[in-house]
């Protein structure tokens, strides 16, 4: 397994490596705008969920996001659209179910691009011992209210079982728990081995995205001291 490119991001605070923002067309912000907001915050990893906007808009979304994020050093990663990364000079790209292996991705992208996929049970770890990624996303950990789910809640009984999984897996790559995440959850998820959490709807959803996102940022430093 390869050290995890999420690892090397030294010049982040140690909070801002253990939150990843999705972002979500559901926001009464645009994508751009939940970035920027999100970023001002201190958060400096997020993964664009576009969905089924037109091309030309995707592009346009995208590009602006990435450069934004080059500012500050911060990585935009894509969900679904894996033409964008390259086009856009996106960071990497989050590998939906159903789609095109770790290795696959890996070979279209390259060495340098950071690549993470979802996990929804301890069993979906077994194929990942050497597979060429940076973090994994656990969950769904509850149900989100913006829109339905394909995968039951697993709550944190499940994602505890997915940490412990890995450890005995001796799995390197950071675990994102995600799916309905709101801030008190935050202190029992690190606790049950998590490395960290992926948040969309407490963030993009909140009506102040800033302080949303500094509230996690908080409570990840409190429970990482």
Same mark, same amino acid.
């Given at each position: 397994?390869?050290?995890?490119?999420?690892?090397?991001?030294?010049?982040?605070?140690?909070?801002?490596?253990?939150?990843?923002?999705?972002?979500?067309?559901?926001?009464?912000?645009? #994508?751009?705008?939940?970035?920027?907001?999100?970023?001002?915050?201190?958060?400096?990893? &997020?993964?664009?969920?576009?969905?089924?906007? %037109?091309?030309?808009?995707?592009?346009?979304? @995208?590009?602006?996001?990435?450069?934004? #994020?080059?500012? +500050?050093? &911060?990585?935009?990663?894509?969900?679904?659209?894996? !033409? @964008?990364?390259?086009?856009?000079?996106?960071?990497?790209?989050?590998?939906? !179910?159903?789609?095109?292996?770790?290795?696959? +991705?890996?070979?279209?992208?390259?060495?340098?691009?950071?690549? /993470?996929?979802? +996990?929804?049970? %301890?069993?979906?770890?077994?194929? @990942?011992?050497? &597979?060429?990624?940076?973090?994994?996303?656990?969950? %769904?950990?509850?149900?989100?209210?913006?829109?339905?789910?394909?995968?039951?809640?697993?709550?944190?009984? /499940?994602?505890?079982?997915?940490?412990?999984?890995?450890?005995?897996?001796?799995?390197?790559? %950071?675990?994102?728990?995600?799916?309905? +995440?709101?801030?008190?959850?935050?202190?029992?998820?690190?606790? &049950? /081995?998590?490395?960290?959490? #992926?948040?969309?709807?407490?963030?993009?959803?909140?009506?102040?995205?800033?302080?949303?996102?500094?509230?996690? @940022?908080?409570?990840?430093?409190?429970?990482?001291?």
């Amino acid at each position: 397994m390869q050290t995890s490119h999420l690892a090397k991001r030294t010049g982040w605070a140690e909070p801002a490596k253990r939150l990843i923002f999705l972002t979500n067309p559901s926001s009464a912000y645009g #994508a751009q705008t939940q970035l920027y907001q999100y970023i001002l915050a201190g958060g400096r990893q &997020a993964i664009y969920c576009g969905g089924r906007k %037109p091309p030309v808009q995707l592009t346009s979304e @995208l590009n602006s996001m990435v450069q934004t #994020a080059q500012e +500050v050093q &911060a990585s935009v990663l894509v969900k679904d659209h894996l !033409e @964008l990364v390259t086009s856009c000079k996106a960071q990497g790209f989050h590998i939906s !179910e159903h789609y095109l292996s770790p290795a696959q +991705v890996r070979e279209r992208l390259g060495e340098d691009a950071v690549i /993470g996929l979802t +996990v929804h049970q %301890p069993e979906g770890l077994d194929q @990942l011992v050497d &597979a060429p990624i940076d973090y994994i996303l656990a969950g %769904p950990y509850a149900q989100a209210p913006s829109a339905g789910m394909r995968n039951a809640p697993i709550g944190l009984e /499940g994602v505890e079982k997915i940490c412990q999984r890995a450890q005995t897996l001796k799995l390197t790559v %950071p675990i994102y728990a995600y799916g309905n +995440v709101e801030n008190i959850d935050v202190r029992a998820l690190l606790a &049950a /081995g998590c490395f960290g959490v #992926a948040i969309s709807d407490g963030i993009a959803l909140a009506a102040n995205i800033q302080v949303a996102t500094q509230k996690y @940022l908080e409570r990840i430093a409190t429970n990482i001291r």
